[in-house]
């Protein structure tokens, strides 16, 4: 009779690779982070179901808040677009406020050799005239002697005290040399005296001396004095005052400056005495205005086209939000602007708007309301800080646009904040159905393991009972 074990399968040990743990058996099951399980029981399939339902079932919170985020990128992104066409209608307005300020405006003087103009924000245009009856005169001085620049008996510079009209002002230089007591002087009272070195002799025999003129036109007495108190400059000129006349108003002003601002935004320089009144005439280009008008217009008009796309069957991703009303709200605002005064409407200007929110420009009709009432078409418009059109526009795309507390700047910073939160919520969730799909792939591996080694156990059993059933029969027929 031959030993049974001769017959009967040979048995080996295999790991099982999983995370933590190891069993033994015929079979192998392995877990990876790809998420697929391989299992070698006749259930490794069945394992991989349950797996894959349980992590489906965990990630479904995770396509909600995905399909969220993506929701809230494009609102994001759609916001981005308008906000740059409001930027773009906001620096429209600002065209216009430029065409309409100093800049835009120009000055004709019939008599340049005596009056020269400039202009600024806040002038009109109209013919105004000045007659410069004097155009005045700056005390002046100059050193009696030849200047001593020898030091005190210290060795040390000189303190000095310069006069002007009687008050006096301490200074101490460097040096007393001529030049640096000038510069000393300009450089802390240069706001009332301009100081000069002056050579009054030769090359070979320089002679050098200071002369002082005050900044402002007028009588006045000007000095320096040594330390002892003594003067040491002669009166020169003793200065007087400019005086003129404005509009033959009969009237003479007196100045202590040849620069005078005889109107709102427009100052004069009087050169020399004049014959008679000079006339300065102020006009303004109408071609700033109407290229200024003609850019606001194609820019409100993409603003306005921004927003409808958002309504409608192909509505963008705004639709239904709150904030295209407040933004449609603030569009009517600009495009309907009204007031009492002579111009009244945009409509007057050449800004028609149309039954489809559309702005049309036309160009004459600036042309004339322009031409026929000018002071007219200024006051509509206003300026951005001092009223009419230009400050209820500024206003309003202010508040829009404002870096701080502007409501399409606010919103998009909210909008982004909540993309933020959701990506930090999204990784976070993934992290632990990751770690769920870990934790299951670790169990079923152990769970098909076991199973495995049943089979096994079970496979050798039923060979060895066949085996000894085979031996048996072999015994019995022989």
């Given amino acids: 009779m031959g030993t049974i074990s001769s017959s009967l399968p040979t048995t080996t040990t295999n790991s099982i690779s999983n995370t933590g743990s190891s069993s033994s058996g015929s079979g192998s ?53 308008i906000d740059t066409k409001f930027t773009a209608l906001q620096t429209a307005i600002q065209g216009i406020a430029e065409a309409m300020s100093g800049s835009s405006y120009q000055t004709t003087i019939s008599d340049p050799t005596s009056v020269s103009a400039s202009v600024s924000d806040g002038v009109q245009e109209g013919v105004y ?36 009209g009687g008050q006096s002002y301490s200074f101490t230089p460097s040096d007393n040399s001529a030049a640096t007591v000038a510069s000393t002087i300009n450089s802390q009272y240069g706001n009332m005296v301009n100081a000069t070195a002056v050579n009054v002799g030769s090359t070979d025999s320089p002679n050098y001396k200071i002369s002082l003129q005050s900044t402002s036109l007028g009588a006045t007495t000007l000095d320096i004095q040594n330390s002892s108190g003594t003067g040491l400059q002669t009166p020169g000129q003793g200065g007087e005052e400019a005086q003129y006349e404005v509009d033959n108003s009969g009237v003479t002003v007196q100045s202590t400056s040849r620069t005078a601002t005889i109107a709102t935004g427009l100052s004069i320089d009087m050169l020399a005495n004049s014959d008679g009144p000079v006339d300065v005439t102020v006009t303004r280009s109408t071609s700033a205005l109407n290229s200024a008008l003609s850019t606001f217009a194609d820019a409100y008009n993409a603003a306005a086209t921004e927003l409808g796309n958002q309504h409608g069957q192909s509505a963008g991703s705004l639709q239904g939000q709150s904030i295209l009303n407040s933004l449609s709200q603030a569009l009517a605002s600009i495009s309907t602007y009204s007031t009492s005064d002579s111009i009244g409407y945009l409509k007057n200007l050449g800004l028609d708007l149309g039954k489809d929110g559309q702005l049309t420009y ?101 060979s060895m009972f066949a085996a000894m059933q085979t031996a048996d029969q072999m015994y019995a027929n022989g």
């Fill in 129 to 164: 005239s000045i007659n410069v009856e004097n155009v005045g005169s700056y005390a002046t001085s100059l050193t009696t002697n030849t200047w001593d620049s020898t030091a005190g008996p210290s060795g040390n510079p000189s303190t000095y005290s310069l006069m002007v």
């Fill in 29 to 81: 099951s392995t877990s990876n982070p790809t998420g697929i399980f391989t299992g070698t029981s006749a259930y490794s399939q069945d394992f991989q179901n349950v797996i894959n339902r349980a992590v489906a079932i965990a990630s479904l919170p995770i396509t909600l808040l995905t399909n969220q985020q993506t929701t809230l990128t494009n609102q994001s992104n759609e916001l981005s677009t």
């Fill in 362 to 462: 036309t160009a004459m009709t600036l042309l004339g309301a322009d031409f026929s009432d000018s002071t007219g078409v200024a006051t509509f418009l206003g300026s951005a800080t001092g009223g009419g059109f230009l400050k209820a526009a500024t206003d309003t795309l202010n508040n829009l646009e404002d870096p701080s507390t502007g409501l399409i700047k606010t919103s998009e910073t909210d909008l982004q904040s909540q993309i933020s939160n959701l990506g930090t919520t999204i990784t976070d969730k993934q992290n632990k159905v990751s770690d769920l799909q870990l934790q299951l792939q670790n169990r079923m591996a152990r769970a098909d393991a076991s199973i495995a080694s049943m089979e096994q156990q079970y496979s050798y059993l039923n």
